[in-house]
């Protein structure tokens, strides 16, 4: 495995991988990586000669209150997890590798990325569409991974791929659980024990009110008040209307303790 922090030389190795016919797969992160990580390599090997796994924390999608300066760190353990897993380059680029001072061009998502997380936390999708864009320039890949519990976000990126005719295929990966339901995440570990358990009660309720999709119920008050959460439409994310005659998801964010937590599941099946 390589290990490459700048662009010029990420692109360099790159271009003797595609010279010699490879295919290019890539999983971009903020590191911190976890088995859902994980899950996304091994899919990107499955499909691809070459992974690129990007770690960078990215500024420009947090807000000022948020927790930029406590997201966890472990540049040793991420590369070790990246090696063992069959990563064959590391990006790991610096804030100012990827925002060159002064920096002032983003890209700014559409209706997409207004409702859900883009009310609560806004200009988030703006950073994360900006940085998404960037990596895709720095590395070109052929496909590109993202795992469904993001799942606003893999449908703006999904869109703006589109929007901006680039030549990526983005696949999104099921969400990988622990054990007892939890959808893995990052922030899982400031959880304390008891906040833990409480925190199962985000995907008990989804998976409740999916149990009552399958038996028949189609009514979107029935299911929000089951699920306790929120329900969206995949391809707008938009509230869904009773009946529920499209493809659909139950959208859930919650605040446990300190620490806000996604998850969501898909109630028809639709490309995300």
């Not at 008990?204 to 999916?210: N, V």
């Given at each position: 495995m390589q290990t490459i922090t700048a662009v010029a030389g990420l692109r360099c190795v790159l271009a003797e991988a595609r010279k010699a016919g490879r295919r290019v797969g890539f999983v971009p992160t903020m590191g911190y990586l976890h088995d859902g990580h994980l899950r996304l390599v091994e899919a990107s090997r499955a499909l691809c000669d070459v992974t690129v796994l990007s770690i960078f924390v990215n500024p420009t999608q947090?807000?000022?209150t948020e927790d930029l300066g406590t997201y966890?760190?472990?540049f040793a353990r991420d590369e070790k997890l990246c090696r063992d897993t069959g990563v064959a380059i590391l990006f790991a680029p610096d804030a100012k590798?990827?925002?060159?001072p002064p920096f002032e061009t983003f890209v700014e998502p559409g209706e997409l990325a207004k409702p859900l997380c883009g009310a609560f936390r806004p200009g988030h999708f703006r950073g994360v569409a900006t940085v998404v864009c960037k990596l895709f320039n720095m590395v070109q890949p052929d496909i590109a991974l993202f795992g469904q519990k993001d799942l606003q976000q893999c449908s703006v990126i999904r869109r703006m791929v589109a929007d901006l005719n680039l030549p990526i295929e983005i696949i999104t990966v099921p969400t990988v659980r622990e054990p007892d339901g939890l959808a893995m995440s990052s922030r899982n570990r400031f959880l304390c024990a008891k906040e833990r358990r409480r925190a199962l009660a985000i995907s008990?309720?989804?998976?409740?009110?999916?149990d009552e999709f399958r038996s028949g119920e189609r009514e979107a008050d029935r299911l929000i008040a089951i699920a306790k959460r929120h329900l969206a439409m995949?391809?707008?994310l938009k509230p869904a209307?009773?009946?529920l005659r499209r493809a659909s998801a139950l959208c859930a964010a919650a605040f446990i303790g300190s620490t806000r937590l996604i998850d969501n599941v898909i109630l028809q099946q639709v490309a995300i």
């Open positions: 947090f807000g000022p966890q760190r472990d590798e990827v925002y060159p008990r309720g989804l998976f409740a009110a999916a995949v391809d707008t209307e009773s009946p």
